[in-house]
């Protein structure tokens, strides 16, 4: 009977184990920088990866530059993204010398990663000038820039800060110009067109080279070194899955020369085509347009899910300044030597910028909504804390001498008096950290903390003003939002009186 009754039962278990009771597959995480060319090469690696069936990519995209994203694959936050071999010997490696990919395979060795074999293509920087420019000061190459010192420029910040960028281009050339300034890259192309600038900073396959009509000047001097896309690895990736591995490989290694990658890029930047469209394409994954949902649907999808993102980001980090904060700003206000320094302390963190203190995070917790969630904390604290010190000071020492005749307790006398009468100015100081928390929040996603900065991050990069106002109108509306429900909370928090002459005095 037991026998009789066993079998089928196990028979049973293994089936439904098969069908539906199987594990989950592992998940690759797979980066990008903020540029449209990474986003392109991140979608296609990530489709690639689905695809083999050994694991699911988990997009990491937009991680801003080179600093935040190797940090990302160094600590094992992501696991591969695509980087160029010039970037890997000057801005990672700190060694102009090394030009071989078996010497930064050997370098990178000992910090657990590699890099694949070429993608094919060469995207090394370059300087651009509008045709007309060119024609009129007879401009063809870099060195013909150095007898007109009246020109201005209009560089990225990586262009501006690396060795391999204007520091070491205008000293092996002996270049000065009149001006120069610091743009995003997608926006440089309109700072030249408009004349705001005569000189930008372009990658070879930009895919807006030629509908801005501009001619870049030739490297006569062998200043760029090569910037051979490829794979940087984590090596443990290679040794996990290693069949998404050899998919990677057959599906790029090669396979995507400058033209092409031109191609794709123009039609992200300029052919109005979402990354995923053109990544689908280029693998062959098109399919039927009318079984895909709309890009509108698709979209607002989106922006619900980093809705959710962004309150979290939010709400958490201003319930943990508010817990730490009020107390701080009670402490300062009871010890007076305390005060100075606390508030200087505090106030030091206010001018750090602020994608600053969150790259500053990335060693301490990796990417993510972690060091995130630090740093917006560490923002919001100082509205509180002052707020909360200057409500606490502010008290007439009449009342409090009252209190300590009735005989109330320091306990007492602080959460039935002082409190009370300086929650005008603590709930002050909550609100605007709130307000101001939304907006910061948007930085979280240069580190991968998602929010409604994924869709701005991503529309500065395609140049794609649509999508930057689905980040930042959002945002906009959520301050809003959350200051009219502070206000609403000002009701219950702040006794009657006080609320009565805050209006009448206002």
């Given amino acids: 009977m037991l026998r009789s009754t066993l079998v089928p039962t196990l028979v049973t278990l293994a089936a439904l184990a098969s069908s539906g009771w199987s594990q989950p597959k592992p998940v690759v995480r797979v980066g990008s920088k903020s540029f449209t060319e990474n986003y392109v090469l991140g979608e296609i690696v990530a489709r690639v990866i689905d695809r083999s069936g050994e694991a699911v990519a988990d997009r990491r995209f937009g991680l801003g530059g080179t600093g935040i994203t190797y940090r990302a694959a160094a600590s094992g936050d992501i696991d591969l993204y695509p980087e160029y071999t010039g970037t890997i010997a000057l801005a990672i490696l700190e060694d102009p010398s090394v030009r071989t990919l078996e010497e930064i395979r050997r370098r990178l060795a000992p910090r657990g990663l590699t890099v694949g074999e070429p993608i094919g293509f060469d995207n090394t920087y370059a300087l651009a000038v509008r045709r007309e420019t060119a024609d009129r000061l007879g401009l063809e190459a870099i060195s013909d820039l150095k007898g007109h010192a009246g020109l201005t420029g209009a560089f990225s910040s990586g262009f501006l800060e690396r060795e391999d ?14 001006r120069v300034s610091l743009v995003e890259h997608p926006l440089a192309y309109e700072a030249l067109a408009a004349g705001r600038a005569d000189l930008i900073d372009v990658f070879s396959t930009d895919g807006k080279l030629d509908r801005y009509d501009l001619r870049v000047l030739e490297d006569d001097r062998g200043f760029f070194p090569d910037y051979d896309a490829v794979l940087l690895v984590r090596q443990d990736f290679i040794d996990r899955f290693p069949a998404t591995w050899a998919a990677l ?39 039927d347009p009318a079984a895909a949902p ?11 899910i980093l809705t959710v993102d962004h309150l979290y980001l939010v709400a958490v980090s201003l319930l943990l300044a508010a817990a730490a904060g009020i107390p701080l700003g ?9 005060a100075q320094l606390e508030l200087m302390s505090i106030g030091v963190l ?13 060693p301490l917790f990796g990417i993510g909504k972690l060091p995130a969630l630090v740093a917006l904390f560490l923002y919001a604290l100082l509205p509180i804390v002052r707020n909360t010190y200057t409500g606490m000071i502010g008290l007439d020492g009449r009342l409090l001498e009252i209190a300590t005749v009735l005989g109330l307790s320091s ?17 002050s100081g909550v609100k605007t950290s709130a307000v101001f928390t939304v907006g910061t929040a948007t930085l979280a996603a240069f580190i991968g903390g998602g929010g409604y900065g994924t869709l701005i991050v991503r529309g500065l990069a395609l140049n794609d003003l649509a999508t930057i106002l689905a980040g930042a109108v959002p945002a906009a509306l959520m301050a809003l939002a959350i200051h009219g429900l502070f206000e609403a909370a000002d009701r219950f928090v702040i006794p009657h009186g006080l609320r009565k002459d805050f209006g009448a005095s206002s």
């Fill in 411 to 427: 306990r007492q006398r602080l959460w039935r008096i002082e409190l009370p009468l300086a929650s005008l100015h603590i709930m």
């Fill in 249 to 287: 490989s057959d599906t790029l290694d090669g396979r995507i020369d400058n033209r092409e990658m031109v191609r794709l890029n123009a039609r992200a930047d300029l052919g109005g085509e979402s990354v995923a469209e053109v990544a689908a394409a280029f693998l062959g994954q098109e399919g």
């Fill in 350 to 362: 206010q001018t750090i910028p602020s994608l600053a203190l969150l790259c500053f995070m990335i």
């Fill in 165 to 178: 960028g204007w520091p070491g281009l205008a000293r092996r050339y002996g270049l000065r110009l009149a």
């Fill in 330 to 338: 009670i402490a300062a206000a009871r010890f007076e030597r305390l």
């Fill in 294 to 304: 709309s890009r509108r649907r698709a979209l607002l999808r989106e922006i619900w």
